[in-house]
Each structure stands twice: as structure tokens, then as C-alpha cells.
T-cell receptor, first 114, second 113 residues
């Protein structure tokens, strides 16, 4: 069982809505990630938080806004999304951000933009 | 920069047969290598990883992989496929202090009864 918990599992939102995806881990990990995954494709990195500070933004549109309230929580705020943003959004965590650290993924949140 | 090539986007095997998924990587420094599995409508689960040490790595669910530096490969095997092995498999590489996992395109495994 994954120790990275994501809510909600499914979200349908209109293009003018504001919603949030939530992620929680209790493994004491210091790095947390958001990935986006389209069907039959590998995950694509969106954001990296290291020690609660945003360290990497992979040129993600501003309609996606990450937030890390504390070391265990990670949010992704969504506003004015487009239908092409429909995808599986995966939260992940790792002990650190060095290459040897294993990244552990949550079950994902399925987002549909209508 | 590192990259991963998974040979074969789809592999079909009979139940009880050998599963072999191929992964080749490129990296300018010694790599860290991972195999993840994704069951339908789920997130990614770590199968196994290579960081340093023994080149034959054993993972969960009877899978193992061998790191071959001379061939820049990290192929995944399982001696006897089970119906529950039907899933998408991703090979991934990272190196040094890099934060980023580079994923292969994935291989879909189907298991025939």
C-alpha cells in the first residue's frame, strides 16, 4: 500500500472553476513532487518541493499553483484550466532530492476538465 | 543528461512463461536505475532499484533486474508470468545529485491464459 495519500481520487471541473488537489505523506520525506500523466505516457514532472520550498518548476502554466503548507502536505491549486489539462495527477515524495533517492508515488487524482 | 529507451511498447506472454522487458539507458555519470509498475487506474509502484553494489537486483512480486554497465542495460525479468502481472512497466534513471527521474516510454504487458 502506498504511503502517499491523494484526494480526491476523481475530480470533474469546469474551465472557470477553482479547485485543489491534496497530498499527504507521513514517511518523514523532505522532498515532494507533482507529476502529470496522460494516458499511455510516462509521468511528466511539474514541481519539486525540497524542505518545503519550491525548488523546481518545470515551466508549468500559472493556472497550476502548488503550495506546501508543511513537510507532510502538498497542494495543487487549479484555476481556469483547459480541457487538455485533463490527466492523472500524481503526487510523490522521497527522502531527499539526490539521484539515489527513491521516489514514492501516490495513487493519483484523475482530473477531467469540461 | 540521462535518458532511457524501453524496447517494445507492448509485450504479450503466456501465463507461466518468462517475462523479459528491455531497458537501455544513457548517462554521463554512474546511474541510479529504477523499475516501476502501474496497474490499471493506479499510481506507480516501485518494483526494484539499483544504486550501487550487487548488479543483480531482486524486487517485489518475483521480479529481478541485472545492471550491465558494459551494455548500458537494466532489463527486467520474471521467470513465470502470472495474470496479475498485466500492467504498464516503466524504467527510469537518475544520476548524481539530479532531482529528476527520466522515464522510458513504458511497456504494456498482457498475459494470456
Amino acid at each position: 500500500d502506498t504511503e502517499v495519500t491523494q484526494t480526491p481520487k476523481h475530480l470533474v471541473m469546469g474551465m472557470t472553476n477553482k479547485k485543489s488537489l491534496k497530498c499527504e505523506q507521513h514517511m518523514g520525506h523532505r522532498a515532494m513532487y507533482w507529476y502529470k500523466q496522460k494516458a499511455k505516457k510516462p509521468p511528466e514532472l511539474m514541481f519539486v518541493y525540497s524542505y518545503e520550498k519550491l525548488s523546481i518548476n518545470e515551466s508549468v502554466p500559472s493556472r497550476f499553483s502548488p503550495e506546501c503548507p508543511n513537510s507532510s502536505l502538498l497542494n495543487l491549486h487549479l484555476h481556469a484550466l483547459q480541457p487538455e489539462d485533463s490527466a492523472l495527477y500524481l503526487c510523490a515524495s522521497s527522502p531527499g532530492t539526490g539521484g539515489r533517492n527513491t521516489i514514492y508515488f501516490g495513487e493519483g487524482s484523475w482530473l477531467t476538465v469540461v | 543528461a540521462q535518458s532511457v529507451t524501453q524496447l517494445g511498447s507492448h509485450v504479450s506472454v503466456s501465463e507461466g512463461a518468462l517475462v523479459l522487458l528491455r531497458c537501455n539507458y544513457s548517462s554521463s555519470v554512474p546511474p541510479y536505475l529504477f523499475w516501476y509498475v502501474q496497474y490499471p487506474n493506479q499510481g506507480l509502484q516501485l518494483l526494484l532499484k539499483y544504486t550501487t553494489g550487487a548488479t543483480l537486483v531482486k524486487g517485489i512480486n518475483g521480479f529481478e533486474a541485472e545492471f550491465k554497465k558494459s551494455e548500458t542495460s537494466f532489463h527486467l525479468t520474471k521467470p513465470s508470468a502470472h495474470m496479475s502481472d498485466a500492467a504498464e512497466y516503466f524504467c527510469a534513471v537518475s544520476d548524481g545529485d539530479d532531482y529528476k527521474l527520466s522515464f522510458g516510454a513504458g511497456t504494456t504487458v498482457t498475459v494470456r491464459a
